[in-house]
């Protein structure tokens, strides 16, 4: 099997329809080499634990109501294409994503890290859900087969933050600058929501190697 590490973060739009178009790719070649692996990169490290209100934090970001317009226009587009649902106007906070992270991370100890990415990002971007609250988090994990009373206490205390933190300035530190980022077998970095097309090429040329 070729680890495919995924830096992404669960309130990254490009991340969600990333994930979208690889899932197409691995759906049409079920056999397919890849073992995924999620890694955490925060789009907003220094966001308050309560988050931020969406609309001032996106007229913040991209200079005004404007720009946060012209900023998601082909963010929209591209949900259509990828065949995705995208309810923007049902959020209403721009969470920390430090505990989704710390979820993500648990939940790959117990093989269900796909599972609980894709939970996170349908609460956030069809639900609407504030993902920063741990109480949706513990339901999220509930939902993904996890013990979501332990994840509580988990969420309650301070277990694996600072790896979290570390993890997202080791990223930064390979140069990641923007998430999706994609890394093939721990050496090849592909940038951006990639077409199913080219991950369906990726698979025949990792098959062909091998043979």
Request: with cysteine; glycine share 8%; hydrophobic share 45%.
């Amino acid at each position: 099997m070729v680890t495919l590490d995924i830096f992404s973060d669960p309130i990254c739009p490009w991340c969600y329809i990333g994930k979208a178009l690889l899932d197409r790719a691995l759906l049409d070649e079920p056999d397919h080499p890849f073992t995924l692996r999620w890694r955490p990169f925060m789009l907003n490290p220094d966001m308050p634990a309560e988050g931020m209100d969406r609309r001032a934090y996106l007229e913040a970001k991209f200079g005004g109501k404007e720009g946060a317009v012209q900023a998601y226009m082909p963010v929209a587009e591209h949900a259509t294409e990828a065949g995705l649902t995208m309810n923007l106007d049902a959020i209403e906070t721009t969470p920390s994503t430090v505990d989704a992270h710390r979820l993500i991370h648990w939940a790959g100890i117990e093989g269900v890290q796909t599972a609980v990415v894709s939970s996170l990002f349908r609460a956030y971007f069809v639900d609407g859900r504030d993902i920063g609250d741990r109480e949706v988090l513990a339901d999220i994990a509930d939902g993904c087969g996890l013990d979501a009373s332990l994840i509580q206490r988990l969420l309650a205390s301070d277990a694996d933050r600072r790896e979290i933190v570390e993890m997202d300035a080791t990223a930064r530190g390979m140069g990641v600058t923007s998430v999706p980022t994609f890394v093939v077998a721990g050496q090849h970095a592909v940038p951006g929501a990639q077409p199913t097309e080219l991950w369906s090429k990726v698979i025949a040329e990792i098959r062909e190697g091998a043979a």
